[in-house]
């Protein structure tokens, strides 16, 4: 120990001059005034002067500095699978419990010289070794991963790592084994013998489909050991078969891929479940299943095509539309129109209102319906009216006189964005015949393309948008047909023309969600994932608030109800049910707001894992590997392989306890002893003083 200053030494001398000329002065005269003997005079002032100069001494705040020798042993991890895919194997309890005290006692074997740390792994690491095997994935590049981030250094000695070699989740890991640096030890678990069985490796399958339209299924199967056989594979729905086909197992091993298509006749999220019937011999069935969630669609919107008289700029937007999904088009002359506006999303107006005075009555149906619409103005449009219509376009045009006008990209449009490649091409389409006269935007209204005549760019807009709370836009002109052959011509194909047709058809159809009470939550959840579903509530002003109580009824499939209240979060609601088991379910969420009754509801599907059960032959090939590139061991999980273990661990010369010697300063104020001592001699002064009689 070193005592260590930042002080003058000078100092300490005038510390102990402090002390001695506080005794003296104290004690100097105690003699005459108390009658004590001269040595118990010097020894109350020895005590005083010893304790002032103390005093002083600590008051400088001097540093002691320590020398501190810390003794590390070696970090060995031991690293258990913890993965279901254990018990698809033919051991019995015994031999898995054997197994487990065999493992244990080389844990408490090693733990005399080194530091071990267990984990057991699976979808996750968890620290301790758990032989539930109840994990539902595999992941053991995870285990590396998570042994480097915590371990890696001079103090890592060796990872021992046990499992079957089976992995279905994260990435390869070889390479982050070989990152390490240190030498892995590999426990071979599990059964490598080649069964008879019949596998449904995967299914390939769309997420989203729309209502009445047929989706693609592509299966992947996997049979062995089962020449001469046959199996069917079925795509169930509701407790029928909805697609299938038989297949012949004419190889060994046999990997095959079979196309499907399904056709979806109900809308909502759909479960459809894919099968092979077993095939005698095969070692398990539970392979032979998987089960699919499809959210079928009933929302496609419907675009009314409604003109004062037929024309080809009609074909040219239906033809766009023909290969978007969930759009749907109907044409129809205003007068000849006997349907309902609002069954359409977006009406598509051609030379509406018009001069004649077709379809008043459908107009007006439109506006009171706040149906979004898409003007086409022309030589026959009735423009007195028109600026009845509120589209975000005012126009003062002479009747019967045109202008040829070619459109300009306008960059500062904010609605939407489009791709500079379609915006060239689209200024290189030929002109619109549009109404000549003086156009000016109105509130809320943008200019998607302006008007540019020969090469002279205007301010007047060619294609004008706005957003409100209808949503319209306005094409000001005629020979729209005309673009969508000039991009077949110019760019052998129709899809800018067809892209700027989509999106303001996209855009214009949107319809706005104004529910003040709204849920939110993933459609699919795996049976090992907690259950989520949040929630948001709107005041009047469309403010968020989470005042009042918020309460959610999750249902079954077989009507079992499950209360759940949702806690506060931010201005939110949050409510994290938990793991549920698998299944379809539904919920319902209600709370009070302002004396109003608001619900929500939706539904979820918890979906079985089994990507542990796809296959139930070990891979100790990858163990050996890995094993062999760190310059490790690959042991059996019998006792002999753990032997092996404890035995080269022992033999390793590198594995030693390493000593780290480093410095440690703290105040010397702060060691008790030093208290006392200051306590004894004031109390040895103080008795003293009271035992000749002073006080």
Known sequence: MNISTNY???????????????????????????????????????????????????????????QVEDIRKPVIVIAHDGSSSLLATSDSAALREAYQQRLEALSDQLSSKFE???????????EGLAFGQRQQLTDI???????????????????????DGIWNRGSDPHFTAQRLGVPVYTIAM??????????????????ITYLGNEFPLLVRIEARHLTGKSTRLSVIQAGAEVAGKDISISGDPLF???????????????????????????TTEVNNTRTLLVEVLDDRKKV?????????????????????????????????????????????????????????????????????????????????????EAAGLNVAAQRGRITDAQASSDPSFPLFTMDAAQLRSIERFPPLQVPFGEYELGKGASSLFTQRVGVVKTAAPLIAVQQGERRTAVTCGEGFWRWRLADQQMNQGTAHFDGVVRKLVQF?????????????????????????????????????????????????????????????VGSSYRLEA????????????????????????????????????????????????????SSGLFVSADEDGMDRIAAAMGDRKDLAARSYAHSSFSDLIGLKWIFFVLLGLLTAEWGMRRWAGAY
């Open 8 to 66: 003058p030494l000078w100092l300490v001398p005038v510390c102990l001059l402090l002390g001695c000329g506080l005794a003296w002065l104290l004690y100097r005269r105690s003699v005459d005034r108390h009658g004590w003997d001269r040595r118990l005079a010097l020894l109350v002032a020895v005590f005083r002067a010893s304790a002032v100069s103390l005093i002083a001494f600590f008051l400088l705040q001097p540093m002691v500095k320590v």
């Open 116 to 126: 071990v740390r267990t984990f057991t792994y699976g979808q996750g690491v968890e």
């Open 141 to 163: 590049d995870q285990v590396f991963r998570e042994v480097y981030d915590r371990f890696s250094g001079p103090d890592l000695g060796a990872v021992i790592v046990d499992g």
């Open 190 to 207: 599990g059964d490598t013998t080649v069964r008879a069985d019949l596998v449904l490796k995967a299914v390939e399958h769309n997420r």
């Open 256 to 282: 095959v891929e079979v196309p499907l298509l399904v056709k979806a006749t109900s809308a909502g999220l759909q479960r459809y479940s894919v099968s092979l019937r077993s095939v005698e011999g095969e």
């Open 304 to 388: 009314l095509l409604l003109a004062a008289a037929p024309h080809p700029d009609l074909a040219a937007i239906r033809n766009a539309l023909g290969g978007l999904d969930g759009f749907a088009t109907e044409i129809a002359l205003a007068d000849g129109f006997n349907g309902k506006v609002e069954d359409f999303d977006l009406v598509v107006l051609h030379q509406l209102p018009s001069t004649k005075g077709q379809g008043k009555n459908v107009l007006q149906q439109i506006r009171a319906k706040g149906i979004p619409v898409w003007y086409f103005i022309g030589t026959q449009t009735d423009f007195p009216a028109f600026e009845q």
């Open 508 to 568: 214009l159809a949107v319809k706005a969600d104004k529910q003040r009470f709204r849920t939110e939550c993933a459609q699919v959840f795996a049976e090992n994932e907690p259950v989520v579903i949040n929630a948001e509530l709107y005041n009047a002003s469309y403010e968020l608030v989470n005042e009042p109580e918020a309460k959610v009824i999750i249902t079954d499939e077989g009507g079992k109800d499950f209360p759940f209240v949702f806690s506060r």
């Open 578 to 629: 938990g793991q549920l088991p698998p299944g379809r379910y539904t919920f319902t969420a209600r709370t009070t707001f302002a004396g109003d009754n608001l619900t929500s509801s939706g539904g979820f599907n918890v979906q079985e894992l089994v990507a542990e059960q796809l296959t139930s032959t070990a891979d100790h090939g990858l163990w050996r590997d890995i094993a062999a590139r």
